[in-house]
T-cell receptor, first 114, second 111 residues
């Protein structure tokens, strides 16, 4: 079946603008994760959704970052008043969410803040 | 919370040699340890994983070992090939909730 998809694949924005990044998880996956990957760096956890539970937002770097997951499926990561240091690849992953389930990653959104 | 450390950060091997990447974790409750391979410009993809009830798992040229007492796990790639060149990430998780990733190892296989 279809894997995790993300849009847009690339986004260039000006400093101070808001951006929205979208993630479509694999159908039936209850768990959804957002990560940030700066150039040549590892994966920085941002936020985790599991079913209808309150999301784990402990990785969000500032209050400019927020995320929603509507209907337990699609998720949107919003960055307000973007800064140049927000430039990175934003990766979404989903899993079945039961026990130690495998994460499947999307292709990522490459964000460049000028 | 969990802390995962990964070594080395870069590794170069001759084609045909073995490569070993090691990770340590801090939370003894972690029970799931996946390894991901990320080729340049592509998404991370799971290559092998191990759960805390086993000590070793092998899949063709790739193997992972887990030492729960010492809280470390390692990825072993034998008979390396140029297409094994990529960044490898380890991760630790308890029950598939938050995943904690290592900082990655850039592996270069020299033909």
């Amino acid at each position: 079946g279809a894997g995790v998809s993300q849009s847009p694949s690339n986004k260039v924005t000006e400093k101070g603008k808001d951006v929205e990044l979208r993630c479509d998880p694999i159908s039936g996956h209850t768990a959804l994760y957002w990560y940030r990957q700066s150039l040549g760096q590892g994966l920085e956890f941002l936020i985790y959704f599991q079913g209808n539970s309150a999301p784990d937002k402990s990785g969000l770097p500032s209050d400019r970052f927020s995320a929603e997951r509507t209907g337990g499926s699609v998720s949107t990561l919003t960055i307000q008043r973007t800064q140049q240091e927000d430039s990175a690849v934003y990766l979404c992953a989903s899993s079945q969410g039961t026990g130690a389930a495998t994460q499947y990653f999307g292709p990522g959104t490459r964000l460049l803040v000028l | 919370g969990e802390n995962v450390e990964q070594h080395p950060s870069t590794l170069s091997v001759q084609e045909g040699d073995s490569a070993v990447i090691k990770c340590t974790y801090s939370d003894s409750a972690s029970n799931y340890f996946p390894w991901y391979k990320q080729e340049l410009g592509k998404r991370p993809q799971l290559i092998i994983d191990i759960r805390s009830n086993v000590g070793e798992k092998k899949d063709q040229r790739i193997a992972v070992t887990l030492n729960k007492t010492a809280k470390h796990f390692s990825l072993h790639i034998t008979e390396t090939q140029p297409e094994d060149s990529a960044v490898y990430f380890c991760a630790a998780s308890f029950g598939g909730n938050q995943f904690y990733f290592g900082t990655g190892t850039s592996l270069t296989v020299i033909p």
